[in-house]
């Protein structure tokens, strides 16, 4: 496989952000019916809840509260953003993009460009090596890069499949920074072969899932990418503080950490209280471990996705 780098070395991290709805789903809520139990979820998926949007709270209004989160962080106005990207693949609408619909919804009147990226789980890793580009290039000098999601509203909650997803958002803003030390790296793979394994078919109103498929790409693909970033980085796992991985569930989690040969204890992980957010688990993990002061100068962190498609990828960041 041709591994093609990028890397931006001027590019940092100025502000995070999340938000995540207020009503809460546990699995003995859900489970009743159903061909499992919430012990089995907590044990092999690592959840025990979710955040789940009301019926008029949609993708873009979770991504515009995460979107303020991280511009009242950076200490800047809404209209000093010149770039908005939206990784998600549950957009309120067809048409317009959900990043538009955020925009007006953050109060941004500039005229910025404003896009959605559909990479499914690894669109925030997608989102931030796009906007790194724009960053790097002068082109931009703030640019805000959001993942929200809201599976609930594309969940058949009559399936045993619905115990997997909650709903959330994370966001960070992006900023140009000659930084001594900087590292800002990624790698982004896909592979069409997995279109059908994971999808919501165009008839249906509900996602479809091929659970051991998605187990077997998971395992297979993230290990790799971890070792692949690394690599051409010529770094190793003993140089990296902190992995914050997308949140596909514990036993994809454990078993990479065991082919990486590392303790499952060094992934972050918050899919106890909210499942899998899609697009918006590595950012929303990612503002929960800034704020809580986990994260110090020069921490090295490592990102790592999977999402539908296939899609995967994996990023390298210096605090």
């Known amino acids: ?131 790194g580009q724009f960053i790097q290039n002068g082109v931009y000098d703030h640019a805000l890069v959001i993942g929200a999601d809201t599976y609930s509203k594309v969940t058949d909650w009559s399936h045993r499949n619905c115990v997997f997803f909650g709903d959330g958002s994370g966001a960070v803003v992006l900023e140009r920074d000659h930084r001594e030390n900087g590292l800002f790296s990624s790698i982004l793979f896909a592979d069409g072969a997995g279109m059908d394994d994971f999808t919501v078919f165009p008839a249906d109103p509900f996602f479809t899932m091929n659970g051991k498929a998605v187990y077997a790409k998971a395992t297979a693909v993230l290990p790799e990418c971890v070792r692949q970033i690394l690599c051409v980085n010529r770094l190793g796992l003993d140089d990296v503080t902190m992995i914050i991985p997308h949140q596909a569930s514990a036993h994809v989690l454990k078993r990479t950490a065991e082919l990486l040969n590392i303790p499952y204890s060094r992934m972050q992980t918050n899919l106890e209280s909210y499942a899998n957010t899609a697009g918006a688990t590595v950012p929303l993990l990612l503002d929960q471990v800034n704020r809580g002061g986990s994260i110090h100068a020069n921490d090295l962190l490592l990102f790592a996705a999977i999402g539908a498609g296939w899609t995967w990828g994996a990023t390298l960041y210096r605090w």
């Open 1 to 131: 496989m041709n591994i093609r780098k990028s890397r931006f070395d001027s590019v940092c991290i100025r502000s995070t952000g999340s938000y995540v709805p207020a009503r809460i789903l546990t699995n003995e809520e859900i489970v009743g019916g159903l061909p499992t139990s919430a012990e089995w979820v907590v044990e092999t998926l690592g959840i025990r809840q979710r955040r789940i949007a009301e019926p008029d709270e949609c993708t873009s209004d979770l991504a515009a509260r995460a979107g303020l989160s991280a511009i009242a962080s950076a200490g800047l106005e809404p209209n000093e953003i010149d770039l908005i990207v939206l990784a998600t693949s549950t957009p309120d609408r067809k048409v317009p993009s959900a990043a538009c619909m955020a925009q007006k919804k953050m109060g941004i009147r500039n005229g910025c460009p404003a896009f959605d990226v559909s990479a499914v789980c690894s669109g925030f890793l997608y989102g931030i090596t796009i906007a």
